[in-house]
């Protein structure tokens, strides 16, 4: 993979595509990604479970390479994913926010989040 930064979902998606194809992996829905996926939360949150607030936050600063390194393979494994099943992982996070935005603002308008 090129060393250019991403800047939006969409090229990140494109770019994994790009990977996956010079690598000859084939992009068709595979249950080993939804596992991939389930393990890398799975390892982070064994950081933090069974931990006060104060705890995990502590560890949360200790461990940040770890964090960012679980949070950068789950968006990786996640553009894997979203290429097998076929969707585009911009317009699936925006109608899903819109969702959530809908639900949630109500309660608290100062939480809106914004382009």
């Not at 894997?80 to 076929?86: E, G, T, Y």
């Amino acid at each position: 993979m090129e060393d250019k930064k991403i800047i939006t979902m969409k090229e990140a998606q494109a770019s994994v595509k790009a990977f996956a194809e010079r690598n000859n992996w084939k992009d068709v829905p595979n249950i080993d990604k939804f596992d991939h996926l389930h393990e890398e939360l799975i390892e982070m949150s064994q950081h933090l479970r069974y931990k006060s607030e104060e705890e995990r936050i502590k560890l949360i600063q200790e461990k940040k390479d770890a964090f960012v390194d679980g949070i950068g393979d789950l968006f990786f494994g996640l553009c894997r994913l979203a290429n097998q099943l076929d969707v585009d992982i911009e317009e699936a996070f925006n109608l899903v926010k819109k969702g959530i935005l809908a639900k949630y603002n109500h309660k608290n308008p100062e939480n809106n989040i914004t382009h």
